[in-house]
């Protein structure tokens, strides 16, 4: 006879099973996007308690604020200058470290330390290679090359490129590893008949690489465009906005509306503003590079 309750006990059983993540995800993850998005209607004073439903006027009011403006701004050149840099450098140096040279193992370890290391001991000691008199400062002036008088990171023109420098230096050996992971399930036999047809390291590159790594190619565009439209502890640490703003991105913004201000409300627009634009660029990026593109189109 036919178990009319296997289907239901199976579902209880694997609820059970997932009841520990879902509980997290609804504490820690829905609840607190659920409750952000309520309060970015509201004009809620954590200081006082009182909570004024104002409907869409936070989110009105940051497209004429020239700070929030300015700080988009920032963001999306944080984004395009590092972006591109670091998954171009990460790539040429996966494909340096995955051929067979002498001491391979001890290159591909430290291009990855600089990952390992907390994002504000790195920041700290950038901002002494940055500072005025700082080594950096010093060098460039032994060898005939001016640099601002009040060092890189208190100067408007040079502090936003100085911390993408450095976001650059400490992101590439994550990104190469990933890359060189991809590197390594590219089947041998491929370059060997490339090879045997006389196709040049540039066509193998062309046809056969950069086909079969496109997954993670997409894989880390994405999740770095991410995590620098996210950029925060670089400039609370090193410029906290500055100079004149220069430095200020979206979650920095986020950061003081909410807790120096006290302005939640705001603050949670200025977040779901950034949320929708980061979800626009990632949409964008996956189309571009055919993420969305069926087997039947690809061999169309």
Same mark, same amino acid.
């Given at each position: 006879m036919k178990d009319t309750y296997a289907p239901y006990r199976r579902l209880t059983g694997t609820l059970g099973l997932l009841s520990p993540w879902l509980v997290i995800f609804a504490l820690f993850?829905?609840?607190?996007?659920a409750h952000s998005a309520y309060l970015s209607l509201t004009n809620y004073n954590p200081l006082s308690g009182t909570t004024e439903l104002i409907g869409f006027k936070h989110y009105l009011a940051? !497209?004429?604020?020239?700070?929030?403006?300015?700080?988009?701004k920032n963001?999306? *050149? !944080?984004v395009i200058g590092t972006v591109p840099v670091t998954t171009a450098i990460a790539l *040429?140096?996966?494909?340096?470290?995955?051929?067979?040279?002498?001491?391979?193992?001890l290159f591909r370890a430290g291009y990855f330390v600089p990952t390992l290391t907390a994002t504000v001991v790195v920041a700290l000691?950038?901002?002494h290679l940055y500072a005025q008199g700082g080594y950096l400062h010093t060098l460039a002036r032994m060898i005939g090359i001016a640099q601002p008088d009040r060092g890189l990171l208190l100067t408007e023109g040079t502090a936003l490129g100085a911390v993408m420098v450095m976001d650059i230096w400490v992101s590439v050996g994550y990104y190469m590893l990933l890359f060189l992971a991809a590197l390594q399930q590219v089947p041998r036999e491929l370059y060997d008949e490339a090879e045997l047809s006389g196709a040049s390291s540039w066509q193998k590159f062309r046809h056969i690489t950069l086909p079969l790594i496109k997954p993670i190619t997409l894989y880390v565009i994405l999740i770095n465009t991410i995590k620098s439209f996210q950029i925060f502890t670089e400039i609370f640490v090193m410029t906290q906005g500055g100079p004149v703003g220069a430095t200020s991105t979206v979650v920095y913004f986020v950061y003081r509306e909410g807790f120096e201000k006290f302005r939640m409300g705001?603050?949670?627009?200025?977040?779901?503003?950034?949320?929708?634009?980061?979800?626009?660029v990632s949409l964008i990026q996956a189309r571009l590079l055919g993420f969305f593109r069926s087997t039947g189109d690809e061999t169309a």
């Open positions: 993850w829905l609840y607190p996007l940051l !497209f004429i604020d020239p700070e929030f403006l300015q700080a988009l963001t999306c *050149i !944080f *040429i140096l996966a494909l340096g470290v995955n051929r067979k040279l002498p001491f391979r193992g000691v950038f901002m705001y603050a949670s627009a200025a977040a779901y503003v950034l949320f929708f634009v980061i979800l626009l």
